[in-house]
Every structure is written in structure tokens, then in C-alpha cells.
């Protein structure tokens, strides 16, 4: 099966930009996480989804960072002004369903750097 | 809220050796326990989960875990280890009846020739 897709793979912008992530869950896979990692750090969640719902947005900046999944499949992840510190791997990741037991699957990343 | 342990940033070992990566959690229920790995520049692969049952645990490419539950611990092992096992390892947990998973720092895992 396919994995989880994400684009771009690598963004460099200044700060104050704004920027834009995309991710495509495995395929039948209600729940989708975003993760921001840190270097040096474990993923750390900012936004989890159960079809086109938000379930957890705690750990979220509201303030800068938003996202949506508008018909339950694919995402976006949006940073407006991004900060020096907002430079990290942001991860996508899907499920099953929202089961405490599912493993989750990740994509391979998008590493953004904030000059 | 739950959290992770792992105390050790890097583990160095001889190809053919055991391999043991640490980890700790505290949660207030019962635990539901994972480990990931990571290659450079690539995202997460789920290796193995505890939820209920044996205590031991078989995973992906030879990895094992045992869950212990008076000690808090769920240590990551393969008998016998590779070069290609070097890459980052997370151990995660997740509180039953809370969905996020907490995820620990990592261990850098080094196999040497």
C-alpha cells in the first residue's frame, strides 16, 4: 500500500513568511496527525484529525499555525508570520481510526528552516 | 499526562551483539506502549506496541520489548545486532482513554563493524 505523502520535502523561507505544508494519509485512514520535531527532540503533536473533525488542537499556536482537512482525506498546514523557532521536521502521520492501539504511519517529513 | 524516559542519548554496540534500548514511562492508567525508528531524513516506522497480554513483545526486523510493569519500563532488544540497525529509536506511550501519544527523546543507536 501507499504510504503516507508529504510536499515539499524541504522549505527555507525567512521570517515573518507565511508557508504551506500538504500531506496525503494512507488510503482509508480516518485519523491524521501533524507533528512538529524538533531537532533533537521526540515529534511533538500539534493537531490531530478524525475524518474532516478536529479532535486535539491543544498543543497547537493558534496564534500562527492553523490547518484543515476539509473532505476527510488529504491536509494542510499552514505557519502566518513564521518565527525563528518554528524551524523544524513537520511530520504527517495516519491511522486506522483514533484507537489508542493503532500505530500510527508517518510520512517522511517536510524540514523547514527559517532564516 | 504521560510521559517518556529514555535516559541514554547514545548506544554504541558491536555488530553481533545484543542491542538494548532503554525506556520509562508514567501514566495514570493502564499504558499502551510503542517503538518507532527513525532513518536520516525519513519519518518514524512503527516497529512494535504492548497493549494487554504476554509481556513480551515481538516486532519488525528481529526487535523484541518487555513490558514491565513494576518497574515502569518497556526496553527495546534484538539479540544480535546489524549495522543497518543503526538509526534513532523513539519509545512512546499513550494513556488509555487519552489518544495523544507522548514520545520520548530518542536514542541515537550506533552499530559498529
Known amino acids: 500500500e501507499a504510504g503516507v505523502a508529504q510536499s515539499p520535502r524541504y522549505k527555507i523561507i525567512e521570517k515573518r513568511q507565511s508557508v504551506a505544508f500538504w500531506c496525503n494519509p494512507i488510503s482509508g485512514h480516518a485519523t491524521l496527525y501533524w507533528y512538529q520535531q524538533i531537532l533533537g527532540q521526540g515529534p511533538k503533536l500539534l493537531i490531530q484529525f478524525q475524518n474532516n473533525g478536529v479532535v486535539d488542537d491543544s498543543q497547537l499556536p493558534k496564534d500562527r499555525f492553523s490547518a484543515e482537512r476539509l473532505k476527510g482525506v488529504d491536509s494542510t498546514l499552514k505557519i502566518q508570520p513564521a518565527k525563528l523557532e518554528d524551524s523544524a521536521v513537520y511530520l504527517c502521520?495516519?491511522?486506522?481510526?483514533?484507537?489508542?492501539?493503532?500505530?500510527?504511519?508517518f510520512g517522511d517529513g517536510t524540514r523547514l528552516s527559517i532564516l | 499526562a504521560q510521559s517518556v524516559a529514555q535516559p541514554e542519548d547514545q548506544v554504541n554496540v558491536a555488530e553481533g551483539n545484543p542491542l538494548t534500548v532503554k525506556c520509562t514511562y508514567s501514566v495514570s492508567g493502564n499504558p499502551y506502549l510503542f517503538w518507532y525508528v527513525q532513518y536520516p531524513n525519513r519519518g518514524l516506522q512503527f516497529l512494535l506496541k504492548y497493549i494487554t497480554g504476554d509481556n513480551l513483545v515481538k516486532g519488525s526486523y528481529g526487535f523484541e520489548a518487555e513490558f514491565n510493569k513494576s518497574q515502569t519500563s518497556f526496553h527495546l532488544k534484538k539479540p544480535s545486532a546489524l549495522v543497518s540497525d543503526s538509526a534513532l529509536y523513539f519509545c512512546a506511550v499513550r494513556d488509555y482513554g487519552n489518544n495523544r501519544l507522548a514520545f520520548g527523546k530518542g536514542n541515537q543507536v550506533v552499530v559498529i563493524p
Open positions: 502521520a495516519s491511522s486506522l481510526s483514533g484507537d489508542s492501539n493503532q500505530p500510527q504511519h
